[in-house]
């Protein structure tokens, strides 16, 4: 598998966005995920992911959060209708509190560590995958115009 930007890996795990400007990280991530059966595409940068990201409808998102525009990418996402409720999760080696404010003002749902294990990495995206999809079936059964 290569993880190539508009691929799709048959599973029923949950589908993916990874935005990474580093080639490698993204590479590595998306082979991650695909090996645990996650649909996963790929963006080098979040202006790729905005304009595709509707289309493929994912469960999650991972933005590389010190890539350039990491947090604005974020913040742009919740702006599109069809993406908005979309967790935004950021992977980052920082640990400083105002980063950490920044992204969470920005709408971002959860961090993953750059180092972190696969088995935290999988507990985490799927924790958020289920969240959102619970979600999305409440706001299913709520009345319309309420």
């Given at each position: 598998?290569?993880?190539n930007d508009d691929k799709t890996v048959t599973s029923s795990r949950g589908r993916v966005i990874v935005v990474d400007g580093?080639?490698?990280q993204r590479r590595l991530m998306t082979l991650r995920l695909e090996e645990n059966l996650f649909d996963v595409r790929g963006y080098a940068t979040g202006d790729d992911c905005l304009?595709?990201?509707a289309d493929f409808d994912?469960?999650?998102i991972l933005v590389n959060i010190t890539m350039a525009g990491?947090?604005?990418t974020c913040r742009r996402l919740k702006q599109v209708p069809a993406l908005k409720t979309?967790?935004?999760v950021f992977v980052t080696g920082r640990d400083d509190d105002q980063t950490t404010i920044e992204a969470l003002a920005a709408g971002g749902s959860d961090f993953l560590s750059n180092n972190a294990s696969q088995p935290v990495m999988i507990a985490?995206?799927?924790s958020q995958i289920a969240l959102n999809r619970t979600q999305r079936q409440i706001?299913?059964?709520a009345p319309q115009g309420v």
């Open positions: 598998m290569t993880g580093d080639a490698e304009a595709k990201a994912p469960d999650v990491g947090i604005e979309v967790p935004v985490r995206l799927s706001r299913n059964l």
